[in-house]
């Protein structure tokens, strides 16, 4: 960079700018090695080194690079496109992903993901099956079994949630969330101290943790213990901010207080952090009722059925 600065400062512009741009690589702490998005920017420089070298070139064979030119860029337009149908978004990326590498032990784990998310449980339950069949990693494994106890907790399989609680805890017992998806099983089964123990050993784990937070303070509002549910809620949005279900939480103790303006102000909160929650627009359209805001009501209720059409 130093000696060409001169000679051929463009070179030395190129050099330079890939130099510093990929320099983060080497003193952040990353968890992929090599990706090819740490490349995107610091390739810049390496275009400026070949536009500077390709100079010459261009103007000794100037139509036939540029028929080249015009051809690369083609192809490359064709690929993108094709791309960004498969990439369009994150379920059409996943099943992209598990059909070209069918034995990714990961893909299938995460289009797994994606079917929970659109409420298909045996086509996710398939996938996180398969991931755990394809390999002997334990993160993997963690991620599945978690993953499948939510599903069968959903369902009501609560034998079957409590089995890949289990396991999962044999391959991690320190991890938190575990514990979390336990104790919503025992909160199912009527078991309130079990419950109120496995919300406790997840919080002792990582005391930091907004899902152990909010379960507690969903925990006390189901026994209408307002005050320890409301501190709960509070602590959760102390560690997490962005945690809309504290806010919803907290705007169902309000309720219950009776102070329908800071429990609308809380639905609100939860809504901008999560405009999905069907039951946040329903309860909101119901305090506006109770304050006879009827156009607000209409609007919030509407909405519920929309992000629910079967919303009862």
């Not at 130099?19 to 995107?40: Q, R, W």
């Not at 104790?183 to 997840?202: D, P, S």
């Not at 809504?271 to 109770?290: D, K």
Request: some cysteine; overall charge positive.
């Amino acid at each position: 960079v130093f000696f060409l600065r001169k000679r051929y400062p463009l070179v030395s512009l190129g050099l330079a700018w890939y130099l510093v741009c990929l320099s983060p690589k080497f003193y952040a702490v990353l968890n992929i090695v090599a990706a090819e998005h740490h490349f995107y920017l610091p390739s810049i420089g390496l275009y400026i080194i070949i536009a500077v070298w390709l100079k010459n070139l261009y103007i000794k064979f100037r139509k036939p690079l540029i028929y080249l030119f015009c051809t690369i860029m083609g192809v490359f337009i064709l690929l993108v496109w094709f791309k960004n149908y498969e990439w369009k978004d994150s379920f059409s990326l996943w099943r992209a992903t598990v059909r070209i590498q069918p034995y990714s032990a990961l893909a299938h784990n995460n289009l797994g993901i994606e079917y929970v998310k659109k409420g298909l449980n045996i086509e996710a339950e398939n996938e996180f099956k398969q991931a755990i069949s394809l390999t002997d990693r334990r993160d993997v494994h963690l991620m599945a079994r978690q993953s499948l106890a939510e599903i069968y907790l959903i369902e009501g399989k609560l034998a079957q949630a409590v089995e890949e609680i289990n396991k999962s805890i044999a391959i991690n017992p320190h991890y938190y969330y575990i514990y979390h998806l336990l104790a919503n099983v025992y909160i199912k089964q009527g078991k309130m101290q079990e419950a109120e123990k496995a919300l406790a050993k997840g919080l002792a784990i990582n005391p930091l943790s907004s899902d152990c937070q909010v379960d507690f303070g969903f925990f006390y509002l189901l026994q209408n213990k307002l005050k320890e549910a409301k501190d709960y809620f509070q602590k959760a949005i102390r560690s997490d901010p962005d945690e809309y279900l504290a806010y919803f939480g907290l705007a169902q103790v309000f309720e219950k207080e009776e102070d329908i303006q800071s429990a609308i102000k809380a639905y609100h909160k939860s809504i901008s952090l999560n405009p999905a929650n069907a039951r946040a627009h329903y309860n909101l359209g119901n305090l506006y009722i109770q304050i006879k805001d009827y156009t607000r009501a209409l609007k919030e209720l509407k909405q519920a059925i929309i992000l629910s059409p079967n919303f009862a």
